[in-house]
């Protein structure tokens, strides 16, 4: 599976966590602006930008991804040793509420 066909799956993944992963032009926004997760209204965003190559696009994702509990969830193979493999250089993603 290349980066592309894993970011896909790793994404449609975080939707079905609750978690809604957008990318967003950051250029434009005239402050220094991070991807990352943050909580507006209770909802959980993953918004990345999206100038950022895919595999750091995948790194961001992963990362948060990688901290959830997966038991209850299937997910292909693939997808499940990738994150599997991050998840011990991963640190639990810092959620900012708004």
């Not at 970011?7 to 609750?18: R, T």
């Not at 950051?26 to 965003?45: A, D, P, W, Y």
């Not at 992963?62 to 991963?90: D, F, G, M």
């Amino acid at each position: 599976m290349n980066e592309e066909q894993l970011y896909l799956e790793i994404k449609d993944l975080a939707e079905k966590l609750g978690i809604m992963v957008s990318e967003h032009n950051f250029k434009i926004t005239g402050i220094h602006v991070e991807s990352g997760l943050c909580k507006i209204r209770n909802q959980k965003f993953l918004i990345i930008d999206k100038h950022k190559p895919v595999i750091e696009k995948l790194q961001i994702l992963s990362s948060v991804i990688a901290t959830r509990n997966l038991e209850n969830i299937y997910v292909v193979p693939a997808v499940r040793q990738h994150l599997e493999s991050v998840r011990p250089k991963t640190s639990p993603a810092k959620i900012l509420n708004f």
